[in-house]
């Protein structure tokens, strides 16, 4: 059972538009949310979080929105650049659990 | 050198062979993960080390065999794989959960022929 749903295995985006990326997760437990970004032959590096007493959290370029009732988080990337062309990856964990369920990923493509 | 280190980056090996991957974090973290990611699925947690004890297994076959000798250094030992075992194996530490969650190292690819 995938605890932690990305329901687009990719996205292309003009430069410079926005890009959105979904995320869904069925555990009513999870209270903390991840955003990794992958670069080929490189691991996941960590981008945003949000904790589940947030509906909103933005870092410059990047905002995740989180909606408790749906289950539903999305990260919004505005605007968007070439070297935002990566593998999204979305994770789940709850307060005092080390440990991180992941999504499948979402690969960002930005067109030049 | 900072951050955690994987070695080595690429590994081909035969189902009868044995070999080991290496993972050393310098960020004086107090917990080391073991994760495997496929084409098209989730990472998936294969083992998790909190102060240098084994505290998940995730049902992983016996043939991925982990030992964390110090809370730096962790290792994923290898034998008699199944070319299904190919894939990219990635570790990772933490300290607690915090807002950063992992440190992720670059990984070993690892092809079993």
């Known amino acids: 059972d995938q605890q932690v749903k990305q329901n687009s295995p990719s996205l292309s985006v003009q430069e410079g538009r926005i890009s959105i990326l979904n995320c869904d997760y069925t555990?009513?437990?999870?209270?903390?949310f991840l955003w990794y970004k992958k670069y080929p032959a490189e691991g996941p590096t960590f981008l945003i979080s949000?904790?589940?007493?947030?509906d909103k959290n933005e870092d410059g370029r990047f905002t995740v929105f989180l909606n408790k009732s749906a289950k539903h988080l999305s990260l919004h990337i505005v605007p968007s650049q070439p070297g935002d062309s990566a593998v999204y990856f979305c994770?789940?964990?709850?307060?005092?659990?080390?440990?991180?369920?992941f999504g499948t990923g979402t690969r960002l493509t930005i067109i030049p | 050198e900072t951050g955690v280190t994987q070695t080595p980056r690429h590994l081909v090996m035969g189902m009868t062979n044995k070999k080991s991957l290496k993972c050393e974090q310098h960020l004086g973290h107090n917990a080391m993960y073991w994760y495997k990611q496929s084409a098209k699925k989730p990472l998936e947690l294969m083992f998790v080390?909190?102060?240098?004890?084994?505290?998940e297994n995730n049902s992983v076959p016996s043939r991925f065999s982990p030992e964390c000798p110090n809370s730096s250094h962790l290792f994923l030992h290898l034998h008699t794989l199944q070319p299904e075992d190919s894939a990219l194996y990635l570790c990772?530490?933490?300290?607690?959960?915090?807002?950063?969650?992992?440190?992720f190292g670059s990984g070993t690819r690892l092809t079993v022929v």
């Open positions: 949000i904790s589940s007493i947030k």
């Open positions: 080390y909190s102060l240098e004890e084994r505290v």
């Open positions: 994770a789940a964990t709850n307060f005092g659990n080390e440990k991180l369920t």
């Open positions: 555990n009513s437990m999870f209270d903390y």
């Open positions: 990772a530490s933490s300290q607690d959960r915090g807002s950063r969650g992992y440190t």
